[in-house]
T-cell receptor, first 113, second 113 residues
Framework: EAQVTQNPRYLITVTGKKLTVTCSQNMNHEYMSWYRQDPGLGLRQIYYSMNVEVTDKGDVPEGYKVSRKEKRNFPLILESPSPNQTSLYFC????????????FGPGTRLTVL | LAKTTQPISMDSYEGQEVNITCSHNNIATNDYITWYQQFPSQGPRFIIQGYKTKVTNEVASLFIPADRKSSTLSLPRVSLSDTAVYYCLVGDETYTGFQKLVFGTGTRLLVSP
């Protein structure tokens, strides 16, 4: 089954404790993205990757890091989480940026205390 | 920088046609405009995509004028299950030639009996 998986689905952590949210897709997609979703602000792109080892900043990259060492995986790293990073995070993938369907993961709800 | 604007909310009744418009400036010239539907606690789901003029599929129609500064999603004969948030998605070419994606602010559609 074609899918995008994210882990964990829920996470409560404390300020400053490094964390990683994993994202994996099994569709051989080249383009992958991370989004955060906050009430009243919709979905905002954090980082995206055009292919392995090719990443770039989206609209809200501050406080986040990503890596793309394998085509299927695109982890999101918060080196020192802060409360303003409390949000719902989605990973997505597609063959091309906006010329075909983006497939979204189930979401990760992160709370930083 | 691409910017998008959508109405915050819309109300309708079962069986009516609903039109949701997204205004978008400075979008990538060779890129599609895509619409997604999102239910609570789920990732967005693809509805329809177009480049110019009109596109129709089994669930919706998309109207895009020649200047591509807006797009209108048309949902014929809505039902209660169409109650959701609807987002437009456009591409924004960056200085690197890569492409980041910009979601609209989202329109919350409430369909009543």
């Amino acid at each position: 089954e074609a899918q995008v998986t994210q882990n964990p689905r829920y996470l409560i952590t404390v300020t400053g404790k490094k964390l990683t949210v994993t994202c994996s897709q099994n569709m051989n997609h080249e383009y992958m993205s991370w989004y955060r979703q906050d009430p009243g602000l919709g979905l905002r792109q954090i980082y995206y990757s055009m292919n392995v080892e090719v990443t770039d900043k989206g609209d809200v990259p501050e406080g986040y890091k990503v890596s793309r060492k394998e085509k299927r995986n695109f982890p999101l790293i918060l080196e020192s989480p802060s409360p303003n990073q409390t949000s719902l995070y989605f990973c997505a993938s597609s063959f091309r940026p906006n010329a075909d369907t983006q497939y979204f993961g189930p979401g990760t709800r992160l709370t930083v205390l | 920088l691409a910017k998008t604007t959508q109405p915050i909310s819309m109300d309708s009744y079962e069986g009516q046609e609903v039109n949701i418009t997204c205004s978008h400036n400075n979008i990538a010239t060779n890129d599609y405009i895509t619409w997604y539907q999102q239910f609570p606690s789920q990732g967005p789901r693809f509805i329809i995509q177009g480049y110019k003029t009109k596109v129709t599929n089994e669930v919706a129609s998309l109207f895009i004028p020649a200047d591509r500064k807006s797009s209108t999603l048309s949902l014929p004969r809505v039902s209660l299950s169409d109650t959701a948030v609807y987002y437009c998605l456009v591409g924004d070419e960056t200085y690197t030639g890569f492409q980041k994606l910009v979601f609209g602010t989202g329109t919350r559609l409430l369909v009543s009996p």
